[in-house]
Structures are given as structure tokens and as C-alpha cells.
């Protein structure tokens, strides 16, 4: 048995349900964050995987686009640090759920 | 010397203006002021240059006129215009009049505003008007034109309102300014429509004329009639504003509140004939649209009637200059709703002259009495003053058109032309006739209460009493002498057509439009002549009897005058017609106000509340956490791609 | 077949990671577990023929903004914070409907016919350059989007830097951050 686009594209979602799981179930904010990393991850292997299902002229983009989104990842990271250092300065808290300031 | 420039006669007063302005600016905060030579000399050396160069054009012009395209103005989709300048035989006779009247009338200023705290910056505003009136007249679009006619309005507010510290002064320039702005719509709506019917490059004078042949020559003019007809009206509405006609023509006698040279120059010899100058540049225009001309003429006709009665009962001596020029400028109109443009033009060039010399007469009297302007205190000056009386007696008989004098030589053009011309000539020929026998009265009970007679004035003051400095009888002197030998360049009873050959080529083929569908009476242009000298010499006995003997109005008369300032006497109704239409406004915009502060935020009240309590309901399903809340998202999510499976979007 | 062993090796130690990621307690744990799978996922590419991105996924992501982020753990020393429950409620509520999304979504993809085509261009370094750079044949499409990253990038590092510049010992970790920043540019160029 050889290897299949269907098993990448299994582990692919894996990885991103995994990812999305993470960043919702956990309450600690730096997991939130990882769990949006692995998401993004897997996004990129589905990219990668289904690039290779496609002919010479038509693969290009599905291995070109993930670069482009792993520098915006670098960007979201830089900034989401950021605005994880300046929120942690002022509640003295990692938990996500003591951040909101809405009424319900 | 012909290949010079056009612009370079707009850009002489322009550079006066960034001079001396900032001369003003820089000596503002010095005590004594920049000396006052330098500036008198800068302010009349660039219009001297610059009408220097207009007569160097004017002589070598070519029949068809120069044009000239300096540079791209205004150029986005829909909207094309060049800065182009356009010098054909009616620009060449207003520049010259206007760059020559203005040169004269800044070297009389220099004797006048002598002393003045604002010396610098009266002669930068006179600068800045020069180069506005001559882009205006210059200018060979209609935009171009919109320009130097705002930049007028501009100057006059600004010079009528010269001496600022007496409120009266200032609300007598924002009236002149409010006024206009009435009639600048006009004008600007009047362009709106000539670029709907025929895109923005119509708003060219050349492009305009092309397009009015070409519809003739298709037989098309019925069609587009309508909205040229509207154009004309709103352009004559911009006319009556800049004119002072009926019923814009309020703001006038106010504008004496400024300076008397400015009077002289902006508020008789050359701003207040830009309309008549914008009727015979637009005249190709007019000639389709006879209804619009009627209108004109019959408008031209009340003011020129009215403000003549109105003339008679004035006692400020620049009051009844400026209804005489008021009256005057309705000569003009008349004779251009009667398609004679060039009698016009000629009109408005004899009349620069000759009412320029009076005014400047008017600011000697004043200036020689220390700025008394009230008749009814003077008498008896020709001993005091003798030069500036023989000036305004000249003038006098050529305002009211004594044999041989520049007035009797257009205003029986005028005439004729009525009688000739125009649908009930007749009528028309008898008002203006009437008129004519007016005008020589009040300009004879002025003349006689002025310079003869026995001074009436405070004692004390009788010895302060001297003739004007030699800079300011000079141009006046050279104004006298236009006065007297003006006429003689279109003189139709010596046969001297002249000017009306020079006016040819721009109005020619408009007035043979109009003129040739009638048939012309002829009648011998003596009998005009007679009859004309008949009615000033008439007018002029009926002052003396009048007022030549004692029977002189007494200084606490019924009709008191203010001699100078805000309040016009005998206005009659319009400036109660004016009140009664902004009163009208007032209500309007009262009842908006109420409509807008209660009624609209009761509307928006009713919004709100509703809105808030929606969203009160609302937030009781909300969940407090964003977790919670990215999960109800995600199992929205879910749900959706359930329905795109089971739907079978993806097979 | 030699193939489908080594991925079945990678993908186990990547989903192997990913569940510690997801199940560990401390934040340290966790980012050093997804250190991890991004290594293996790292190969993964390299076996399917794109090894640039696999080199550029170990770099940036593992080298980079996984670094970033397991430092500034280590900076707030948020380790003490065990009040903090792992779970909660809405866990399972999540777990829920993520276990629904990937069922359905699994369920579409095992529907959809799919295969390697034997044409596809290799991930290599020179494809990827002459596609990014070589505008005159393909356009000028990638490059601008290049370019607008750069500023993406930039900017961001000009709004970290702003936000989290105040007070307290967070500078060190500004700095990094923006190095990192300028870091990732310069490899990607």
C-alpha cells in the first residue's frame, strides 16, 4: 500500500481539530494561542497535500500560499504576545475567561 | 510690438498686489507706516504699465481679435477648462478704459487717501481690483470670466468697507456683498445650464458662438430655446446684481460709504458695467432669445426711469452721483435689450469718463470741505475751487448730453437705436426722453447747490476751504477733457463711425440678427439730435427755475439724509420689498428649525428607545464568556456544513 | 511503501504531540510539544516534495515564534498560576461540537476521489524563487503580495513594540520580538 492524499489529509484535520480544541477548551491563554498555532499548521499541510493532487502548472500555489501564511502567523504571534504581555500587566491573570468585561 | 503677451496685463496689477500687500504686512506693525511716495508711485506705475501694453496691443490687433491660451486650468472628466485670454475690439475698449480710468483714478487716490492710516492697503485692494476686472474682461471663457466677476464683488466689499471702524461702513459692504451674491448665483446657474445643453467646452465665448450658429443653421432653435432662455434670464440676473439693476440695486447707493476714488472707479466707471459688458460678450446668445431682451428692456427702462425720480431728492452729493449712475446703467440695459450693443459699449465707454470726473469732482468738494458731503452746506464753490467746478460742469453737460459733449453723443445713439430698433419704439424713446430731461434737473440742482449760489456751511470752516492738489486735478483734468471729446470717436450725426467699426467683428452679427427681421424706419438722425438737445436743455431750465433761485431745500428738510453711510433715503419700496423677503426667509427657516429640533428628535427619540429596548431583551440570551460564545459560532459552523452534506453541495 | 512507514512513524509523533499540547498542564509543556509536531510535520513536507517549506516550517515556526513564545512563558513565570482549572464546562460543550465538525468534514473528504498526480512540480527552492521573483513570467502577482507582507510584518512589530513597551522587565522580550521580526524577513527574502 502506498501513501494516499486521503491519509495527509486525515492527519491534516487531526491536527486542526486538535488545534481548535485546544484553543477553545483550554482557559489558559497561552494555550489558546499554541492551539491557533496548530491550526494554522494543519491548514498549511492541507494546503500542501491537496498541491500535490494537482498538475505541473497548478501545484504552485498550494506550495507558495503556505509561506505567505506562515509569515502572517509570525505577525499574529509577534502581536498576540504583545497584547498578552500588556493584558497579564493590568489582571495579573493568564485566564481568558477573567478577561471579559461583558454582562450576560 | 504686437507679439506680446495677453498676460501680461493682468500680471502687472497682480504684482502690484503681492507688493504692496506686503508692504502693508510687513509696515503693519511700524508706527509711521511705509512713506508714503514710494507706495503712491508703485500703485500707479504697474496699471500704467499695464495700460502701456494694452495700447501696444491695441494698435496692432488684427481685425479678428488675439487669442491666447496660457495654461490647462481645470482639467477632470466632464469639465475641460484652459486659462485662455481673448483681446478682440469689446475686450481692447474696456482694458483700455479700464486700465486708463484706473491708472488716472490711483494717481488722484495718492492726493485723496493722503494721511490715511490704511495708505498701503487701499492701493493693494486697487491693484487687486485692476487685475480682477481685466482677467474679467480679458478672459475668453465664461469660467475664466466667473473669476475676475467674483474677484470684483471681492474688491468692492473689501474697499466699501475700507474704513472699517464705523460699523455703518461695514454693513454697508455686506449689503454690497449679500446683493451680489443674489446676482452670482445667477450667473453660476446661468453657466450650469449652457453645459447641460451643450457640455462644458460651451462655456467657451468662441465654442458658444459656434454652437448658437450651427443650431441656427440646423433649424434647431426651437428646440433648445427653452433652456437658453432660462440661461439668458439667469445670466441677466447676475447682470442686475453686478448693475445694480431692478431690483438688486439697493446695495449701490450704500457702496458710497467707501473712499470717493473707489466710488469713482469701481462703483461708476468700471464694475458696475461688467454686466452690460457680459450682455454684449454673450450678445451671439441673446439674439435667439428676443423674450429674454424684452425683459432686459423693460428692465433697463424702470431703473433708468426710477433711479432718475430717485436722483432728485437726494442731498448727499455722492447719493445722487450714484443714482445717476444707476439711471445711466439703465441706458445701457435699455439699449442692449434693443440689440444695440455697441451704442452700449459705447455708452458705458463716454459714461467711464464723464461720471468718473464728476465723482472725482465730488471728492475734491469733499475733500476741500474736510469731508462734508451734504449739499444742502455748500454753495457757492466756483470762487473756492475753480478748476474742479469747470471739471464737473463739463462733465455735467456731457452726462446730460449737451450738444457736442461725449454724453449727447451716445445717449442719442441710445435713443435712436430705441426708437428704431426695439418692438414699441416709440414708448421706449418717449421714457427715455423723460428720463433725459430728469437726469439734466437733478444734475443741475446738483451743480447749482454745489457751486453757486452763497455758501451755506458753518463759518468757521468757510476759510479751510482750498482747491485740490495738482496730483488729483491732473487726472482729473484728462477725465474732463474725455468727457468733452469722447463722443467724437462714433459722432452719427458728423458721420464718424469709428467705434462702431471696432465693435463690429463681437456684436455685428448678433445685432444684424435681431435688426435685420425688422423692418427699419429711417428717420433722419437730426431730428434725434434736436429733439435730445431739446430735453437737456429743458431739464436744465426746469433746475435753474427750480433751484436757481431761493427756493433751495433747507438743511431740516421733510426728507432728511444722512449724508453718508448705511441708510439709502429714497429707496422707495425695495429695500422694504428686500425686508419683506428675508422676513419671509426668517419664517422659513424658523419653522425648519422647530421642525428639525423637535419634531426630527422625537423621531430619533422614538429610535433609540426602541433600539434599547430591543437590545435589553437581547442581551438577556447573551453569554458573558468569549469562549462560549466562539463555540456557539463553531457549532453554528457544524450545523451549516450538515446542511451543505446533506443537501449535497459537495457531490 | 517505504513512504507510508515513514509518514506513519511522523504523523504519530506529530498527532502524539499535538494531544500533549492539548492535555498538558503546564504552558512550558505544551509549547515544547508543539515544538514537536512542527518538527515532524516538518518532515512530512520533505516526504511529499516540498522541502523549502519544510525548512522555512522548521525556522520560523520552530525556531522562531515557538522560541518567542516559550520565552515569554518563561518571562511572566505563569507556572504558578494553578488556579486556574485545565478544564471546564464549556470543555465539553467544545469537545462536542469540534469532535461533530471534524466527523462531518472527515466524512466529505473520505467521499472525495483523491490522488497524487505524477506532474506536480517539486516544492524546491528554485520553483519557489522563480515563482515569487521572477515577475516578467509570472506576474506580478506573488511579489506584491511579498512586499505588502513585509509591511505586514513591520507593522506589526511597530504595534508590539508599542503595546507592550511599559513598565516592568517586558522590554527584553519586545526586543525579541521585533528581532524575531526582522529575523523572519530576512529569511523569507
Known amino acids: 500500500m502506498e501513501l494516499q492524499p486521503i491519509f495527509i489529509q486525515m492527519l491534516a484535520l487531526l491536527l486542526f481539530a486538535i488545534g481548535l480544541a485546544t484553543a477553545l477548551a483550554r482557559r489558559n491563554v497561552f494555550f489558546v494561542l499554541m492551539g491557533i498555532e496548530l491550526a494554522l499548521n494543519a491548514v498549511n499541510l492541507s494546503f500542501v497535500g491537496f498541491a500535490k493532487t494537482l498538475p505541473a502548472a497548478e501545484s504552485v500555489a498550494g506550495q507558495i500560499v503556505p509561506l505567505f501564511s506562515i509569515a502572517v502567523a509570525a505577525a499574529e504571534a509577534c502581536v498576540g504576545l504583545a497584547l498578552v504581555i500588556l493584558i497579564f500587566r493590568n489582571r495579573e491573570s493568564v485566564d481568558s475567561d477573567n478577561y471579559s468585561n461583558m454582562k450576560g | ?651 | 511503501m517505504l513512504a507510508l512507514i515513514y509518514f506513519i512513524i511522523l504523523a504519530v509523533i506529530a498527532v502524539g504531540a499535538a494531544c500533549c499540547v492539548f492535555l498538558s498542564k503546564h504552558p512550558l509543556y505544551g509549547g515544547l510539544s508543539l515544538v514537536l509536531t512542527m518538527l515532524s510535520l516538518a518532515g512530512i513536507y520533505g516526504l511529499l516534495g516540498s522541502p523549502f517549506i519544510g525548512v522555512v516550517q522548521i525556522m520560523v515556526y520552530a525556531g522562531a515564534i515557538m522560541m518567542l513564545l516559550v520565552f515569554v512563558i518563561s518571562v511572566l513565570n505563569a507556572a504558578k498560576d494553578n488556579r486556574t482549572p485545565m478544564f471546564d464546562g464549556t470543555s465539553i460543550f467544545v469537545l462536542i461540537g469540534v469532535l461533530g465538525l471534524a466527523g462531518l468534514i472527515g466524512f466529505a473528504l473520505v467521499l472525495t476521489p483523491l490522488g497524487f498526480d505524477a506532474t506536480t512540480l517539486r516544492g524546491s527552492v528554485e520553483m519557489t524563487s522563480s515563482n515569487l521573483f521572477d515577475t516578467a513570467q509570472t506576474g506580478p502577482g506573488y511579489f506584491v503580495l511579498f512586499e505588502v507582507l513585509g509591511l505586514l510584518l513591520l507593522s506589526s512589530m511597530g504595534a508590539a513594540v508599542l503595546m507592550a513597551k511599559k513598565r516592568l522587565g517586558s522590554d527584553a522580550s519586545v526586543e525579541a520580538a521585533s528581532e524575531e521580526a526582522i529575523a523572519e524577513e530576512k529569511e523569507e527574502k
Open chain 2, 1 to 651: 510690438m504686437t507679439n506680446l503677451p495677453l498676460w501680461i496685463i493682468p500680471l502687472f496689477p497682480l504684482l502690484g498686489t503681492i507688493l504692496l500687500g506686503t508692504v502693508a504686512v510687513v509696515s503693519s506693525g511700524s508706527k509711521k507706516g511705509p512713506s508714503e511716495g514710494f507706495v503712491g508711485a508703485l500703485s500707479v506705475l504697474f496699471p500704467a504699465l499695464s495700460f502701456v501694453s494694452v495700447v501696444l496691443l491695441a494698435f496692432g490687433m488684427p481685425e479678428e481679435g488675439i487669442r491666447q491660451t496660457l495654461c490647462n486650468w481645470i482639467d477632470i472628466p466632464m469639465l475641460k477648462v484652459n486659462i485662455g485670454f481673448l483681446f478682440d475690439g469689446l475686450s481692447r475698449v474696456m482694458l483700455l478704459f479700464v486700465t486708463g480710468i484706473g491708472s488716472l483714478i490711483a494717481l488722484y487716490s495718492i492726493g485723496y487717501m493722503h494721511g490715511d492710516r490704511g495708505f498701503t492697503r487701499f492701493f493693494a485692494y486697487i491693484n487687486l481690483f485692476l487685475f480682477s476686472m481685466i482677467v474679467l474682461v480679458l478672459s475668453d471663457s465664461l469660467l475664466l470670466t466667473f473669476l475676475g466677476w467674483e474677484g470684483v464683488g471681492l474688491c468692492s466689499y473689501l474697499l466699501i468697507g475700507f474704513w472699517n471702524h464705523d460699523l455703518n461702513n461695514c454693513k454697508a459692504a455686506n449689503k454690497a456683498f449679500i446683493v451680489n451674491r443674489v446676482g452670482d448665483i445667477g450667473f453660476l446657474l446661468g453657466m450650469l445650464c449652457l453645459a447641460t445643453l451643450g457640455g462644458s467646452a460651451i462655456l467657451n465665448y468662441d465654442a458658444l458662438n459656434k454652437f448658437i450658429e450651427m443650431l441656427i443653421a440646423g433649424g434647431h432653435v426651437e428646440l433648445a430655446t427653452p433652456i437658453i432662455a432660462i440661461a439668458g434670464l439667469l445670466f441677466f440676473v447676475g447682470c442686475t446684481g453686478k448693475s445694480a439693476q431692478i431690483p438688486l440695486l439697493t446695495w449701490l447707493p450704500d457702496a458710497m460709504a467707501g473712499p470717493t476714488p473707489v466710488s469713482a472707479l469701481i462703483h461708476a466707471a468700471t464694475m458696475v458695467t461688467s454686466g452690460v459688458y457680459l450682455l454684449a460678450r454673450l450678445s451671439r446668445m441673446f439674439s435667439v432669445i428676443p423674450e429674454v431682451l424684452m425683459i432686459v428692456l423693460i428692465v433697463g427702462m424702470l431703473t433708468a426711469f426710477w433711479a432718475a425720480v430717485a436722483g432728485l431728492f437726494q442731498n448727499d452729493i455722492k447719493k445722487v452721483l450714484a443714482y445717476s449712475t444707476i439711471s445711466q446703467l439703465g441706458y445701457m440695459f435699455m439699449a442692449a435689450g434693443a440689440s444695440a450693443y455697441d451704442a452700449s459699449i459705447f455708452h458705458v465707454f463716454t459714461h467711464a469718463f464723464f461720471k468718473a470726473a464728476l465723482f472725482l469732482g465730488a471728492g475734491a468738494v469733499i475733500h476741500a470741505l474736510a469731508g462734508e458731503q451734504d449739499m444742502r452746506r455748500m454753495g457757492g464753490l466756483i470762487k473756492k475751487t475753480p478748476v474742479t467746478a469747470c471739471v464737473m460742469i463739463f462733465a455735467f453737460l456731457a452726462i446730460i448730453g449737451f450738444p457736442g459733449f461725449a454724453g449727447f453723443w451716445s445717449k442719442d445713439l441710445i435713443l435712436e437705436r430705441l426708437y428704431t430698433n426695439a418692438p414699441f419704439g416709440e414708448f421706449f424713446y418717449g421714457v427715455g426722453l423723460l428720463t433725459a430731461v430728469i437726469t439734466a434737473v437733478y444734475m443741475g440742482r446738483l451743480i447749482i447747490m454745489t457751486f453757486f449760489g452763497e455758501y451755506r456751511g458753518p463759518k468757521e470752516k468757510e476759510a479751510h476751504i482750498h482747491e485740490a492738489p495738482a496730483c488729483m486735478l491732473f487726472p482729473m483734468v484728462i477725465l474732463a477733457v474725455g468727457a468733452v471729446f469722447a463722443g467724437y470717436l462714433w459722432a452719427d450725426s458728423l458721420g464718424i463711425k469709428f467705434f462702431e467699426g471696432t465693435l463690429a467683428p463681437v456684436v455685428g452679427v448678433a445685432q444684424d440678427f435681431v435688426v435685420g427681421k425688422l423692418a427699419v424706419a429711417h428717420v433722419n438722425p437730426m431730428a434725434f439730435a434736436c429733439f435730445g438737445t431739446a430735453a437737456a436743455l429743458l431739464g436744465m431750465f426746469i433746475a435753474y427755475a427750480i433751484y436757481g433761485t431761493k427756493r433751495l431745500p433747507r438743511l431740516h428738510a421733510k426728507w432728511g439724509s444722512a449724508p453718508e453711510g448705511f441708510k439709502a433715503d429714497w429707496t422707495f419700496f425695495f429695500d422694504y420689498i428686500h425686508s419683506i423677503f428675508i422676513v419671509m426667509f426668517k419664517a422659513a427657516a424658523f419653522v425648519a428649525d422647530v421642525f428639525v429640533d423637535k419634531v426630527l428628535q422625537a423621531i430619533q427619540w422614538t429610535i433609540g428607545a426602541i433600539a434599547e429596548i430591543v437590545g435589553d431583551g437581547v442581551s438577556s440570551f447573551q453569554a458573558r464568556k468569549v469562549r462560549v460564545q466562539l463555540t456557539l459560532s463553531l457549532v453554528g459552523l457544524v450545523a451549516l456544513t450538515a446542511v451543505v452534506l446533506l443537501t449535497g453541495g459537495l457531490f
